[in-house]
Protein backbone atom coordinates (compact mmCIF):
# COMPACT_ATOMS: atom_id res chain seq x y z
CA UNK A 1 0.00 0.00 0.00
CA UNK A 2 1.68 3.45 -0.92
CA UNK A 3 1.92 6.00 1.22
CA UNK A 4 2.95 9.87 0.55
CA UNK A 5 6.67 10.47 0.12
CA UNK A 6 8.32 12.59 2.51
CA UNK A 7 7.72 16.07 3.31
CA UNK A 8 9.68 18.46 0.93
CA UNK A 9 9.98 22.27 0.34
CA UNK A 10 9.61 23.75 -2.82
CA UNK A 11 13.14 24.54 -4.66
CA UNK A 12 11.11 27.76 -6.48
CA UNK A 13 8.22 29.65 -6.14
CA UNK A 14 6.91 33.04 -7.18
CA UNK A 15 3.36 35.16 -8.91
CA UNK A 16 3.06 35.05 -12.64
CA UNK A 17 0.47 37.73 -14.23
CA UNK A 18 -1.64 36.06 -16.40
CA UNK A 19 -3.55 39.07 -17.25
CA UNK A 20 -7.12 40.80 -16.02
CA UNK A 21 -5.31 41.99 -13.13
CA UNK A 22 -4.63 38.48 -11.69
CA UNK A 23 -1.41 37.13 -10.73
CA UNK A 24 -1.13 33.11 -10.04
CA UNK A 25 0.79 31.35 -7.15
CA UNK A 26 3.20 28.90 -8.28
CA UNK A 27 6.29 26.67 -6.85
CA UNK A 28 8.39 23.80 -8.08
CA UNK A 29 9.99 21.56 -5.90
CA UNK A 30 11.14 17.72 -6.14
CA UNK A 31 13.88 16.97 -9.18
CA UNK A 32 15.10 20.30 -10.99
CA UNK A 33 15.50 18.64 -14.24
CA UNK A 34 12.99 15.92 -13.73
CA UNK A 35 10.20 14.65 -15.95
CA UNK A 36 7.63 17.47 -15.61
CA UNK A 37 4.29 16.65 -13.49
CA UNK A 38 1.39 20.23 -13.12
CA UNK A 39 -0.77 19.02 -10.16
CA UNK A 40 -4.43 20.88 -10.26
CA UNK A 41 -5.98 21.37 -7.38
CA UNK A 42 -9.78 21.06 -7.08
CA UNK A 43 -12.80 23.42 -6.44
CA UNK A 44 -12.71 25.39 -8.06
CA UNK A 45 -11.09 27.61 -5.24
CA UNK A 46 -9.73 24.91 -3.55
CA UNK A 47 -5.86 25.78 -3.57
CA UNK A 48 -2.82 23.71 -3.69
CA UNK A 49 -1.64 22.25 -0.13
CA UNK A 50 2.27 21.03 0.51
CA UNK A 51 0.41 17.23 0.45
CA UNK A 52 -0.14 17.59 -3.14
CA UNK A 53 3.82 17.69 -3.44
CA UNK A 54 4.06 14.22 -2.01
CA UNK A 55 2.41 12.44 -4.52
CA UNK A 56 4.99 12.31 -6.75
CA UNK A 57 8.44 10.51 -6.26
CA UNK A 58 11.03 14.00 -5.47
CA UNK A 59 13.66 11.85 -6.95
CA UNK A 60 12.00 11.85 -10.78
CA UNK A 61 9.64 14.36 -10.47
CA UNK A 62 9.78 18.03 -11.21
CA UNK A 63 6.70 18.59 -9.48
CA UNK A 64 4.71 22.34 -10.24
CA UNK A 65 2.03 23.59 -8.20
CA UNK A 66 -0.10 26.29 -8.59
CA UNK A 67 -3.08 28.25 -7.47
CA UNK A 68 -6.09 28.95 -9.84
CA UNK A 69 -7.37 32.60 -10.31
CA UNK A 70 -8.36 34.18 -6.94
CA UNK A 71 -7.85 31.09 -4.70
CA UNK A 72 -4.87 30.12 -2.24
CA UNK A 73 -1.54 32.92 -2.56
CA UNK A 74 -2.91 33.78 -5.81
CA UNK A 75 -4.05 37.85 -6.57
CA UNK A 76 -6.27 39.10 -6.13
CA UNK A 77 -8.21 36.69 -3.61
CA UNK A 78 -11.99 36.07 -4.39
CA UNK A 79 -12.58 36.69 -0.53
CA UNK A 80 -12.96 40.19 -1.08
CA UNK A 81 -16.47 41.43 -1.68
CA UNK A 82 -15.00 43.59 -4.32
CA UNK A 83 -13.07 41.01 -6.25
CA UNK A 84 -14.32 40.55 -9.83
CA UNK A 85 -14.49 36.87 -11.51
CA UNK A 86 -15.39 38.23 -14.61
CA UNK A 87 -12.19 37.36 -15.79
CA UNK A 88 -11.93 33.76 -14.04
CA UNK A 89 -13.57 31.34 -16.31
CA UNK A 90 -12.41 27.33 -17.13
CA UNK A 91 -10.61 29.21 -20.49
CA UNK A 92 -8.40 31.73 -18.55
CA UNK A 93 -7.63 29.04 -16.44
CA UNK A 94 -6.25 27.04 -19.55
CA UNK A 95 -4.81 30.19 -20.97
CA UNK A 96 -2.52 30.31 -17.88
CA UNK A 97 -1.73 26.99 -17.48
CA UNK A 98 -0.32 27.29 -21.13
CA UNK A 99 1.66 31.01 -19.61
CA UNK A 100 3.10 28.68 -16.85
CA UNK A 101 4.01 25.84 -18.94
CA UNK A 102 5.81 28.62 -21.10
CA UNK A 103 7.51 30.75 -18.55
CA UNK A 104 8.93 27.77 -16.50
CA UNK A 105 10.14 26.82 -19.95
CA UNK A 106 8.50 23.20 -20.29
CA UNK A 107 7.63 21.50 -23.40
CA UNK A 108 5.35 18.77 -22.08
CA UNK A 109 3.91 17.76 -19.07
CA UNK A 110 1.92 15.43 -17.39
CA UNK A 111 -1.32 16.40 -15.54
CA UNK A 112 -2.78 15.27 -12.82
CA UNK A 113 -5.97 16.35 -11.55
CA UNK A 114 -8.58 15.45 -9.04
CA UNK A 115 -12.55 16.92 -8.41
CA UNK A 116 -12.80 20.14 -10.46
CA UNK A 117 -9.18 19.26 -10.99
CA UNK A 118 -10.33 16.50 -13.22
CA UNK A 119 -12.93 19.02 -15.26
CA UNK A 120 -9.53 21.36 -15.87
CA UNK A 121 -7.40 18.64 -16.92
CA UNK A 122 -9.65 17.61 -19.43
CA UNK A 123 -10.21 21.17 -20.53
CA UNK A 124 -6.42 21.84 -21.42
CA UNK A 125 -5.54 18.50 -22.66
CA UNK A 126 -8.75 18.11 -25.00
CA UNK A 127 -7.42 21.83 -26.48
CA UNK A 128 -3.72 21.10 -25.77
CA UNK A 129 -3.11 17.57 -26.51
CA UNK A 130 0.45 17.96 -28.03
CA UNK A 131 1.58 19.18 -24.44
CA UNK A 132 0.57 16.50 -22.73
CA UNK A 133 2.11 13.00 -21.47
CA UNK A 134 0.39 11.49 -19.23
CA UNK A 135 -3.06 12.49 -16.90
CA UNK A 136 -3.42 11.28 -14.16
CA UNK A 137 -7.36 11.71 -12.83
CA UNK A 138 -9.04 11.40 -9.26
CA UNK A 139 -13.35 11.90 -8.79
CA UNK A 140 -14.06 12.83 -12.47
CA UNK A 141 -16.40 15.90 -13.09
CA UNK A 142 -17.43 17.28 -16.26
CA UNK A 143 -20.15 20.08 -15.13
CA UNK A 144 -22.95 18.59 -16.67
CA UNK A 145 -26.52 19.69 -15.97
CA UNK A 146 -27.01 16.00 -13.94
CA UNK A 147 -23.72 16.24 -12.09
CA UNK A 148 -24.90 20.00 -10.69
CA UNK A 149 -28.57 18.47 -9.86
CA UNK A 150 -26.81 16.06 -7.58
CA UNK A 151 -24.54 18.27 -5.33
CA UNK A 152 -26.69 21.02 -5.00
CA UNK A 153 -30.47 20.40 -6.53
CA UNK A 154 -31.23 17.82 -3.79
CA UNK A 155 -30.20 14.71 -5.51
CA UNK A 156 -27.40 13.54 -2.84
CA UNK A 157 -29.90 15.34 -0.24
CA UNK A 158 -31.44 11.98 -0.51
CA UNK A 159 -28.62 10.28 1.57
CA UNK A 160 -27.87 13.29 3.50
CA UNK A 161 -31.20 15.00 4.66
CA UNK A 162 -29.79 16.27 7.38
CA UNK A 163 -26.49 18.04 6.39
CA UNK A 164 -29.17 19.47 3.14
CA UNK A 165 -30.99 21.01 5.64
CA UNK A 166 -28.03 23.20 6.88
CA UNK A 167 -27.83 24.00 3.73
CA UNK A 168 -31.15 25.72 3.05
CA UNK A 169 -30.74 27.58 6.17
CA UNK A 170 -29.33 30.70 4.72
CA UNK A 171 -31.75 30.49 2.03
CA UNK A 172 -35.43 32.23 2.02
CA UNK A 173 -38.27 29.37 2.72
CA UNK A 174 -39.95 30.69 -0.32
CA UNK A 175 -37.04 30.29 -2.28
CA UNK A 176 -35.88 27.04 -1.34
CA UNK A 177 -37.95 25.38 -4.48
CA UNK A 178 -35.76 27.49 -6.92
CA UNK A 179 -32.31 26.84 -8.80
CA UNK A 180 -29.92 26.75 -5.70
CA UNK A 181 -27.07 27.85 -7.16
CA UNK A 182 -28.65 31.33 -8.56
CA UNK A 183 -30.15 31.33 -5.02
CA UNK A 184 -26.97 31.57 -3.31
CA UNK A 185 -25.32 33.22 -6.13
CA UNK A 186 -27.51 36.40 -4.94
CA UNK A 187 -26.38 35.43 -1.08
CA UNK A 188 -22.67 35.26 -1.62
CA UNK A 189 -22.36 38.41 -3.46
CA UNK A 190 -24.83 40.45 -1.13
CA UNK A 191 -22.51 43.40 0.23
CA UNK A 192 -23.58 42.64 4.23
CA UNK A 193 -21.57 39.85 5.77
CA UNK A 194 -24.18 39.14 7.91
CA UNK A 195 -25.74 37.67 4.14
CA UNK A 196 -22.64 36.62 2.58
CA UNK A 197 -20.79 35.00 5.34
CA UNK A 198 -23.11 32.40 6.63
CA UNK A 199 -23.71 31.29 2.79
CA UNK A 200 -20.44 30.53 1.93
CA UNK A 201 -20.05 28.48 5.61
CA UNK A 202 -22.88 26.40 4.56
CA UNK A 203 -21.86 26.16 0.83
CA UNK A 204 -18.72 25.10 2.12
CA UNK A 205 -19.51 23.03 5.16
CA UNK A 206 -21.98 21.33 2.65
CA UNK A 207 -19.35 20.10 0.22
CA UNK A 208 -16.91 19.33 2.82
CA UNK A 209 -19.42 17.22 4.58
CA UNK A 210 -19.38 14.86 1.60
CA UNK A 211 -15.84 14.19 0.81
CA UNK A 212 -15.10 11.49 2.94
CA UNK A 213 -16.78 7.87 2.76
CA UNK A 214 -17.04 8.50 6.84
CA UNK A 215 -17.30 11.59 8.42
CA UNK A 216 -14.26 13.43 8.66
CA UNK A 217 -14.41 16.50 10.93
CA UNK A 218 -11.04 17.68 10.40
CA UNK A 219 -12.06 17.68 6.91
CA UNK A 220 -15.47 20.02 7.85
CA UNK A 221 -13.03 22.25 9.91
CA UNK A 222 -10.66 22.90 7.39
CA UNK A 223 -13.27 24.28 5.12
CA UNK A 224 -14.67 26.74 7.70
CA UNK A 225 -12.20 29.33 8.03
CA UNK A 226 -14.04 32.37 7.01
CA UNK A 227 -11.62 33.98 4.54
CA UNK A 228 -11.45 30.17 2.48
CA UNK A 229 -15.04 29.49 2.78
CA UNK A 230 -15.81 33.00 1.08
CA UNK A 231 -13.34 32.30 -1.42
CA UNK A 232 -14.18 28.75 -2.44
CA UNK A 233 -18.17 29.45 -2.24
CA UNK A 234 -17.76 32.40 -4.47
CA UNK A 235 -15.74 30.48 -6.90
CA UNK A 236 -17.48 27.29 -6.88
CA UNK A 237 -20.81 28.80 -7.50
CA UNK A 238 -19.51 31.52 -10.26
CA UNK A 239 -18.07 28.08 -12.22
CA UNK A 240 -21.47 26.23 -11.67
CA UNK A 241 -23.85 29.06 -12.49
CA UNK A 242 -21.87 28.82 -15.81
CA UNK A 243 -21.93 25.51 -16.47
CA UNK A 244 -17.52 25.85 -16.52
CA UNK A 245 -17.81 27.81 -19.91
CA UNK A 246 -18.85 24.48 -21.24
CA UNK A 247 -21.48 22.92 -23.72
CA UNK A 248 -23.33 20.14 -22.25
CA UNK A 249 -21.76 17.20 -22.21
CA UNK A 250 -18.41 18.45 -23.99
CA UNK A 251 -15.69 17.12 -22.27
CA UNK A 252 -17.22 13.40 -23.02
CA UNK A 253 -18.37 14.10 -26.17
CA UNK A 254 -14.82 15.68 -27.33
CA UNK A 255 -12.74 12.69 -25.49
CA UNK A 256 -11.48 11.27 -28.58
CA UNK A 257 -9.23 14.68 -28.93
CA UNK A 258 -7.29 12.02 -25.96
CA UNK A 259 -6.47 9.56 -28.47
CA UNK A 260 -2.87 8.54 -27.70
CA UNK A 261 -2.78 9.75 -24.51
CA UNK A 262 -2.40 7.86 -22.05
CA UNK A 263 -4.01 7.93 -18.28
CA UNK A 264 -5.22 6.36 -15.15
CA UNK A 265 -9.18 7.41 -13.75
CA UNK A 266 -9.12 6.73 -10.30
CA UNK A 267 -12.50 6.46 -8.62
CA UNK A 268 -14.28 6.11 -5.32
CA UNK A 269 -17.60 3.52 -5.89
CA UNK A 270 -19.14 5.92 -2.90
CA UNK A 271 -18.11 9.10 -3.72
CA UNK A 272 -21.33 11.30 -3.52
CA UNK A 273 -20.32 14.66 -4.80
CA UNK A 274 -18.57 13.01 -8.23
CA UNK A 275 -20.53 9.91 -8.67
CA UNK A 276 -19.08 6.94 -10.25
CA UNK A 277 -21.41 7.03 -13.41
CA UNK A 278 -19.05 9.75 -15.01
CA UNK A 279 -15.90 7.80 -14.48
CA UNK A 280 -17.44 5.23 -15.97
CA UNK A 281 -18.39 6.82 -19.05
CA UNK A 282 -15.01 8.96 -19.46
CA UNK A 283 -13.10 5.31 -19.42
CA UNK A 284 -15.55 4.07 -22.29
CA UNK A 285 -15.31 7.45 -24.20
CA UNK A 286 -11.46 7.38 -23.93
CA UNK A 287 -9.54 3.73 -24.61
CA UNK A 288 -6.32 4.89 -24.03
CA UNK A 289 -7.40 5.06 -20.05
CA UNK A 290 -7.54 2.56 -17.08
CA UNK A 291 -10.44 2.80 -15.16
CA UNK A 292 -9.31 2.22 -11.55
CA UNK A 293 -12.60 1.62 -8.90
CA UNK A 294 -12.21 1.89 -5.34
CA UNK A 295 -14.35 -0.17 -4.17
CA UNK A 296 -14.13 1.08 -0.33
CA UNK A 297 -13.76 5.08 -0.71
CA UNK A 298 -15.49 7.98 -1.57
CA UNK A 299 -14.51 11.24 -3.31
CA UNK A 300 -11.11 12.02 -0.59
CA UNK A 301 -8.22 11.36 -2.22
CA UNK A 302 -6.64 10.84 0.53
CA UNK A 303 -8.72 7.65 1.81
CA UNK A 304 -6.25 4.47 1.81
CA UNK A 305 -6.99 2.88 -1.33
CA UNK A 306 -7.29 6.06 -3.67
CA UNK A 307 -4.09 7.35 -2.11
CA UNK A 308 -2.35 4.11 -3.25
CA UNK A 309 -3.98 3.44 -6.36
CA UNK A 310 -2.58 7.64 -7.18
CA UNK A 311 0.94 6.91 -6.17
CA UNK A 312 0.97 3.90 -7.93
CA UNK A 313 -0.07 5.72 -11.49
CA UNK A 314 2.25 8.29 -10.72
CA UNK A 315 4.94 5.75 -9.82
CA UNK A 316 4.24 4.13 -13.01
CA UNK A 317 4.26 6.72 -15.30
CA UNK A 318 8.21 7.93 -13.61
CA UNK A 319 9.23 4.44 -14.76
CA UNK A 320 8.65 5.42 -17.91
CA UNK A 321 5.07 2.97 -18.15
CA UNK A 322 2.74 4.15 -20.18
CA UNK A 323 0.05 1.96 -21.25
CA UNK A 324 -1.97 0.14 -19.25
CA UNK A 325 -1.55 -2.16 -16.45
CA UNK A 326 -1.07 -5.53 -17.43
Avoid at 8 to 35: F, M, Q, R, T
Avoid at 75 to 81: D, K, N, V, W, Y
Amino acid sequence: MRDYYPELEPNDSGLLEVGDGNSIYWEESGKPDGKPVVFLHGGPGGGSSPRHRRLFDPAVYRIVLFDQRGCGQSLPHASGIDADLSANTTWHLVADMERLRAHLGIDRWQVFGGSWGSTLALAYAEKHPERVTELVLRGIFTVRRKELDWAYGGGSATLFADLWQSFLEPVPKARRDEDLIAVYHELLNDPDPAVHEPAALAWSIWEASLIALRPRPDVVRSFTDERFATAFARIENHYFRHGAWLSEGQLLAEADRLAGIPGVIVQGRYDMLTPAGTAWELSQAWPDAELVMIDDAGHAFDEPGTLDALISATDRFARGTTGKSA
